[in-house]
C-alpha cells in the first residue's frame, strides 16, 4: 500500500481543510530549515528521522520535501492534530512522511503503543516542547534518544533556552515567569542540565546554532 493511501486508510477524512497552521511555526521553519540542512546526510538514501511533538505538523510539512532522502515519522500526545499531520503528509510532494503515531515521551519506550526498534533511527526532532512540559518530558526526550539513535544519530531540538544559569534577553526571562505562573512544571530549560541528562543516556551536546527571536537549535550527538 502506497504512503498516500494507507493515509487516507488509517485517517478517511484527511484533507488539506484539516490542516492546522500556527504563525510561529510559519516564522520558524525556515532557519530551523537552513540549521537541519547545513547538519544532515543529504544524499543517503531512506535515512530515517523521529520528531517527537509533531503539533499541527507544520514543521515535518516543510522539512520533509527539503530532505527527500530521509523518511520522517511524526509523532503527537494529542490525537486531535492527526488528522493535521495527516494533511500534511498527504500534501507532501516527495511523500516521504508516515502517518503519525501516539507517544506521551514520559512513558518509557517499552510502554509506547508501536515501540520502535532500538538504534533504528539516524535523527530525532523536537521543537517547543521542553518549556511548556513538565521536566520528566525532557528527560523521556532524551530516554528515547539514547535508546533510538543509532550511533553518531543526532538529535535536534529547538526552543528557548538558558545557559550557564543566565537567561536573556529580557523577553525570554518574562517568558519564563509567564510559563511557570501558567504551570509550575514548566519553564525554560538551562543546556546544563540537559548535558547531565543527555550524559546518562549516551549523548552529547555537538552545537549550538543562534537562532532568530532569541531562540537555539541544539545538535546531541549519540556516542
Not at 520522517?72 to 507532501?92: M, N, V
Request: hydrophobic fraction near 40%; charged fraction near 20%; aromatic fraction near 10%.
Amino acid at each position: 500500500m502506497s504512503l498516500t493511501k494507507r493515509l487516507v486508510h488509517i485517517f478517511p477524512r484527511c484533507s488539506s481543510a484539516s490542516k492546522i497552521t500556527h504563525s510561529s511555526a510559519d516564522r520558524n521553519s525556515q532557519p530551523i530549515s537552513e540549521a537541519l540542512l547545513a547538519q544532515v546526510d543529504r544524499s543517503t538514501p531512506n535515512l530515517q528521522l523521529l520528531e517527537i511533538a509533531s503539533g499541527s505538523g507544520q514543521h515535518v510539512g516543510f522539512l520533509a520535501p527539503l530532505m527527500p532522502n530521509i523518511i520522517f515519522q511524526p509523532t503527537e500526545a494529542q490525537r486531535g492534530h492527526f488528522s493535521s499531520i495527516c494533511a500534511y503528509a498527504e500534501d507532501c510532494p516527495t511523500k516521504n512522511i508516515r502517518a503519525p503515531f501516539y507517544v506521551d515521551i514520559s512513558w518509557d519506550l517499552t510502554d509506547w503503543e508501536e515501540p520502535p526498534e532500538p538504534a533504528s533511527y539516524d535523527y530525532m526532532f523536537n521543537s517547543n516542547m521542553m518549556h511548556i512540559t513538565p521536566w520528566i518530558c525532557s528527560i523521556g526526550l532524551f530516554r528515547a534518544a539514547g535508546q533510538l539513535l543509532k550511533m553518531g544519530g543526532k538529535m535536534f531540538t529547538y526552543g528557548p533556552y538558558a545557559e550557564n544559569r543566565i537567561l536573556g534577553p529580557k523577553s525570554n526571562w518574562d517568558f519564563d515567569i509567564m510559563l511557570r505562573q501558567r504551570d509550575p512544571d514548566w519553564g525554560v530549560r538551562d543546556i546544563i542540565d540537559l548535558k547531565v541528562v543527555a550524559t546518562d543516556n549516551g549523548m552529547q551536546l555537538e552545537k549550538i546554532t543562534e537562532m532568530p527571536s532569541n531562540n537555539k537549535l541544539l545538535t546531541w550527538l549519540k556516542l
